[in-house]
């Protein structure tokens, strides 16, 4: 935080520690025939008390100090920045009219050299303050401050322009309660409608592999290398969901003969996976040659076939890599 105005506190103190001064603002200034004085600046007043010192050192007869004491104001009016003052001349005057140079000599300096201070403190505090708050605006949390956009301006446009729409709509509805209800209605259906759309649509796209159906599943009884060349003949035709369908059914094929996997056609391509994963009774070892190529294959058929996913030329080549994986002989 920027430190409390140090210079407006010095000032005050200023005219507290001025010897013997009197009053300030609304105390006694002397008979009322003493000349007015306009309000002055910190510099103006130090020129002025330069000027006293100046013709008491070139002359300091009693009748001119004397005469210089009828030219001073009852008061002299200070502005700064912060708020205005008033110093009271009477203890100069008495001391120039009394004749007491060295009394008037002393106060005159002192009360320059504290106005001198003043001013300086003044001008330390206005650099630092503005030192510390260019720091302050420099920090991280002010980096996205900056003059609004022509993107911005237009979205406020916009944005205005919408509420006073809403507006006037609301006032509408205020005049017609029975539309104004129709319409509150019609949004609330709206609004579901397109919510249920939206978890219609989540629901059957996302991928799930839990979601795929259970029981039987018919297929033609071919052999793995029909299976590879009806492949080739759908990714041919740029129909690579069908390619990769038919892919999935010649490694099935060619686990079943090799002895892999049971010749079981109303297994669910999970439940194939799960057998092939579990080791028989016979053989306890897994076959992870067969497993990670098969799993593989099961994946994409459930997204690309079950999960309505497209499909390019690049899942094509991966799913022949994992036939030439599960020992298919690619021509």
């Not at 009828?70 to 205005?84: H, M």
């Not at 420099?138 to 911005?152: I, K, L, N, T, Y």
């Amino acid at each position: 935080m920027i430190r409390p105005r140090f210079a407006e506190v010095l000032l005050v103190g200023v005219l507290l520690t001025i010897p013997q001064l009197s009053t300030l603002a609304f105390a006694q200034s002397g008979p009322s025939d003493l000349p007015t004085s306009p309000s002055l600046t910190v510099s103006a007043l130090s020129d002025e008390l330069g000027r006293i010192s100046a013709s008491l050192r070139e002359n300091a007869a009693p009748e001119k100090m004397a005469g210089l004491a009828r030219t001073l104001p009852g008061q002299w009016t200070v502005s700064t920045n912060e708020r205005s003052y008033t110093i009271s001349t009477r203890y100069l005057r008495d001391q120039l009219s009394s004749g007491s140079e060295e009394n008037a000599n002393a106060w005159v300096s002192n009360l320059r050299s504290q106005l001198a201070s003043y001013s300086s403190t003044a001008s330390d505090n206005a650099g630092n303050a503005r030192a510390e708050l260019n720091q302050i605006l420099g920090g991280p949390e002010f980096a996205a401050v900056r003059p609004p956009s022509a993107w911005d301006l237009f979205r406020q446009r916009v944005s205005a322009w919408f509420t006073r729409l809403l507006a006037r709509l609301f006032r509408t509805m205020e005049r017609y309660p029975i539309g104004g209800q129709i319409l509150f209605w019609f949004l609330i259906v709206g609004c579901v409608g397109v919510i249920a759309m939206w978890v219609f649509r989540f629901m059957i796209s996302r991928d799930r592999l839990e979601s795929l159906p259970s029981g039987r599943i018919a297929r033609p009884s071919r052999t793995w290398q029909e299976w590879i060349r009806i492949a080739r003949e759908a990714a041919g035709r740029a129909d690579f969901r069908d390619a990769i369908h038919s892919a999935y059914w010649a490694g099935i094929t060619r686990l079943e003969d090799e002895g892999s996997l049971p010749k079981d056609h109303s297994k669910t391509p999970r439940e194939y996976l799960g057998v092939l994963t579990e080791p028989a009774a016979s053989d306890p070892t897994p076959r992870p040659n067969y497993r990670q190529p098969l799993s593989i294959l099961t994946l994409q058929l459930e997204r690309i076939w079950y999960g309505n996913r497209r499909a390019g030329a690049d899942d094509f080549r991966d799913s022949l890599r994992q036939l030439e994986a599960l020992g298919c002989t690619l021509e």
